[in-house]
């Protein structure tokens, strides 16, 4: 019988769980001991692996105010301490790198389709050198966003590129700047490489299902480590009164079996004997959790003491409307 609590391999990495911690919104830049003392609680939870709340790649981004900036003066310092305390609990942890506007100088959140060959290669090169800094800081690697509504899940979607050139058109040339990006990385970087990758796009002639089974399949073909799968607006999905949870797992069955690969689905999970019962009962090996660590740090050490449990989380949504890492009901 499958556990959420077993220790298992993870690509390249050894986890003591099955359950990834997936970070957000980082409300704490001015409070590096307060962002220590939550990594902490996460760290000596049972976790088996985090992903770090989103870092912010360009300093004029839309959501730089919520998210810590890699061009902050105490960005290493603050990494090197996340990346020392997650291991002194043997714990791995990847750095979430995303963006959602591209700025050219004066000009202000570039399109998609304005993007020249100079545009792309910067926005490569910015990426790489970002895990660069990951890398000397100690962590295991790096999460790139290709998922939710950052610029780069815009990229690979046909609502937004209608561009002409080798960077537009079929699902391989909209992913081709990803793809660049990910072998890049994985020839010249001693990361795990971890790619968010949505299911599929609710605009019409959007991003669809099968277009992202094939998108996930030329991830792997180019190196990947793992990937985590999302929606858009993921967060307000899974609630007490809608849930996507049926879809979102019919989906990671079939990828699951398209790839070799670790994938990670997440869902609103709360409930340890739900969580067990979908991993003995489908292929699903990883799951990821999002509010309820913010909720509260370290609720699975009484899951696995007590060999049950529900995360008090009460799916409000707060963290997620208001941008904090912390919550309202419980902090």
């Known amino acids: 019988m499958k ?31 307060a962002i220590y003392e939550r990594y902490e609680k996460i760290a000596s939870s049972g976790v088996g692996l985090i992903t ?35 291991h002194s609990y043997d714990v791995p942890i990847l750095g979430q790198v995303e963006f959602i506007k591209f700025n050219r100088g004066i000009d ?14 910067k926005i490569q090169s ?18 790139l966003s290709v998922g939710n509504n950052f610029f780069l899940s815009k990229f690979i ?4 590129n209608q561009r002409d050139d ?10 081709r700047m990803v793809l660049e990006l990910v072998k890049v990385m994985k020839d010249n970087l001693d990361l795990h490489v971890s790619v968010k990758v949505n299911t599929f796009d609710e605009r019409k002639d959007g991003f669809d ?9 030329l991830l792997e073909k180019v190196g990947v480590d793992s990937i985590q799968i999302t929606r858009p607006l993921s967060p307000l999905y899974f609630t007490k009164k809608l849930s996507g949870e049926d879809e979102l797992v019919d989906y990671a069955t079939k990828l699951i079996d398209s790839v070799d ?9 709360d409930n340890m004997m739900h969580m067990n019962e979908l991993l003995n009962n489908t292929n699903i090996e990883f799951l990821s959790m999002y509010r309820p660590f913010v909720s509260q740090g370290d609720f699975l050490k009484q899951w696995e003491a007590n060999g049950e449990g529900e995360s008090r989380c009460l799916k409000c949504n707060n963290c997620y409307r208001t941008k904090t890492s912390t919550c309202y009901h419980f902090d």
């Open 3 to 33: 556990s959420i609590f077993d220790k298992c391999k993870f690509g390249d990495l050894t986890l003591k769980s099955r359950i990834i911690r997936t970070g957000l919104w980082e409300s704490q830049q001015c409070d590096l001991d």
């Open 52 to 86: 770090s709340e989103l870092y912010s790649l360009y300093p004029k981004d839309k959501f730089t105010e919520h998210s810590f900036k890699m061009d902050n003066i105490n960005f290493m310092t603050m990494a090197r301490k996340l990346a020392e305390i997650t």
């Open 108 to 121: 202000l959140d570039i399109a998609v389709n304005d993007l020249t060959i100079e545009d792309i290669r």
């Open 126 to 143: 910015d990426i790489i050198e970002a895990a660069q800094k990951l890398q000397v800081a100690g962590f295991d690697g790096i999460q």
């Open 157 to 160: 979607n046909p609502y937004y």
């Open 166 to 175: 080798d960077y537009g058109g079929n699902v391989f040339n909209r992913m």
């Open 209 to 217: 299902a099968n277009e992202s089974l094939e998108a996930c399949k």
């Open 261 to 269: 690969v670790p994938v990670i689905v997440g869902g609103g999970f």
